[in-house]
């Protein structure tokens, strides 16, 4: 089976940096079925955005695969328990000056200030899972997430700045 990805929506938009330079940012968006299968299309694609962009190697080999990849890891497997009624659905920007990526699950999301395990936990080589989060934080600028009150779903935001 490809891609399990229910929905792919390409666009191009321009708009202005702070600096009032003309950018043009690549948007895409995507809804997947609660099936780890429909991670790495939509991961590949993302990653190609990058390297579009101008994003160096070590951001489009690393950073952005793996961030990206536990973000929607988390969404299907502990947000939507693997429920094949329910969807994910990720929005990505691209620019030259950045990444933003919105991945919403139906699950009624989590604490994201309290997660905060480390390498230097007792129990941190036991564990088979609970790294996700701390490589989403060390991969990228900012990760973030809340409750969308309009759709009721759990949104996680990873940002990736450009350097």
């Known amino acids: 089976m ?6 792919s929506v390409p666009a191009d938009r321009s708009g202005s940096s702070p600096k009032g330079e003309m950018l043009s940012v690549t948007v895409r968006q995507w809804r997947l079925a609660s099936d780890v299968q429909g991670i790495e299309p939509v991961v590949h694609d993302i990653v190609g955005l990058c390297r579009a962009a101008g994003f160096s190697q070590r951001h489009c080999s690393l950073n952005v695969p793996v961030a990206v990849t536990e973000a929607l890891a ?4 502990r947000g939507n328990a693997c429920k094949d009624t329910l969807t994910v659905h990720v929005a990505v920007q691209v620019s030259v000056e950045q990444l933003l990526v919105e991945v919403c699950d139906q699950g009624c999301g989590f604490d994201l200030a309290a997660v905060q395990q480390s390498p230097d936990d007792d129990d941190w080589f036991e564990r088979e899972d609970g790294r996700g989060v701390f490589l989403m934080r060390s991969l990228m600028d900012r990760v973030e997430n809340d409750k969308r009150p309009e759709t009721g779903e759990h949104r996680l935001r990873l940002v990736l700045y450009r350097t």
């Open 74 to 77: 988390n969404a299907i497997l």
């Open 2 to 7: 490809a891609s399990r990805a229910v929905r």
